[in-house]
């Protein structure tokens, strides 16, 4: 079992940041991969964000290509969501994944208010 722990969430007006940090119980070196899904309300389903490879290699939705940037620090087992140009289309429900051989994370989510 994992545990992950999503942090950083709040309210912040249009154009500014924000900077999210998923703490996870288990090495994320050991992790195939690891992302962020947000889901806005009134929708359903959980959208992409970004995610990171056990390599490193990364991949964003278009809608925050040039805006967020992942990353994660294996020694403190933790991924990051850097969000800049904060737009109120990025109002939502973040949450963390994270695959450990073949077997499927989530975090408790954590919301994120963008003002206009």
Known sequence: ???LVESGGGLVQAGGSL???CAASRSIFS???????RQAPGKQRRELVANIFSGGST???D????RFTI??????NTM????NSLKPEDTAVYYCNGLWAALNYWGQGTQVTVSS
């Open 1 to 3: 079992q994992v545990q």
């Open 19 to 21: 900077r999210l940090s």
């Open 31 to 37: 992790s195939n991969v690891m992302g962020w899904y």
């Open 59 to 61: 991949n964003y939705a």
């Open 63 to 66: 809608s925050v290509k040039g």
């Open 71 to 76: 990353s994660k620090d294996n020694a403190k």
């Open 80 to 83: 990051y969501l850097q969000m």
